[in-house]
């Protein structure tokens, strides 16, 4: 019996958590996390829900990593989803480093509470400011960053957050992506998914 209820008040205890964060998942606007970021000054979130929040910058060998990514440019909206796809995975093996959270594992229940984990929040706040440094940089020719993005509330399964961006168009009208890194361990490439098969509850399984 009391092992039961110390089971419940665990679920509990998790699904307020995870409540609490989904609120205002999808804002990027706080004191303490720089709405627009570049190279020499951006934000990084871990410690689950953005509770630790680290100023960074990087230097000109660790940019230039990331910058090669794009080399050559791409020539279709395709080609340069597998460029974003490495050079977010190559900005969280440089952060990693630099926030000890280079042993981040996929997903968050097995892990949680581990240290150096991240959850979706701090992974969707992550990656929508490593878009916007790519954007702001000139890099992306083919799509721009999105805000944060949520689905589930609990109404129709888990919540549960992701970075975000669109191809350009004439008009905007272009087919938008989820840019979601939660499902994997610190440093492996994104999945970018489309957003409406995401929204409807897509995972790695699928």
Same mark, same amino acid.
């Given at each position: ?21 989904? $609120? ?8 303490? $996390? ?49 460029? $974003? ?122």
């Amino acid at each position: 019996m009391k092992s039961d209820k110390k089971t419940f008040y665990y679920l509990l205890t998790l699904v307020l958590l995870l409540f609490s964060n989904m $609120i205002n998942a999808d804002t990027f606007v706080r004191d303490d $996390i720089i709405t627009s970021p570049d190279v020499t000054h951006f934000s990084m979130c871990h410690n689950q829900g953005c509770k630790t929040v680290e100023q960074l910058s990087l230097s000109n060998t660790e940019w230039q990593k990331i910058q090669a990514h794009f080399l050559p440019e791409a020539e279709t909206p395709e080609a340069e989803r597998l460029q $974003i796809a490495d050079a977010i995975a190559e900005f969280e093996q440089i952060v990693g480093i630099k926030t000890d959270t280079t042993h981040d594992k996929a997903g968050l229940f097995e892990s949680m509470g581990s240290y150096g984990q991240l959850d979706c929040i701090d992974e969707s706040t992550n990656t929508t400011t490593y878009l916007l440094i790519l954007h702001k940089q000139g890099l992306l020719k083919w799509h721009e960053p999105m805000d944060h993005v949520t689905r589930g509330f609990f109404i129709f399964g888990w919540p549960h957050s992701s970075g975000a961006m669109r191809e350009v168009l004439p008009l905007n009208m272009g087919a938008e992506f989820a840019v979601d890194s939660w499902f994997e361990d610190n440093g492996v490439r994104p999945h970018i998914i489309s957003l409406s098969l995401w929204r409807n509850g897509w995972t790695p399984d699928d």
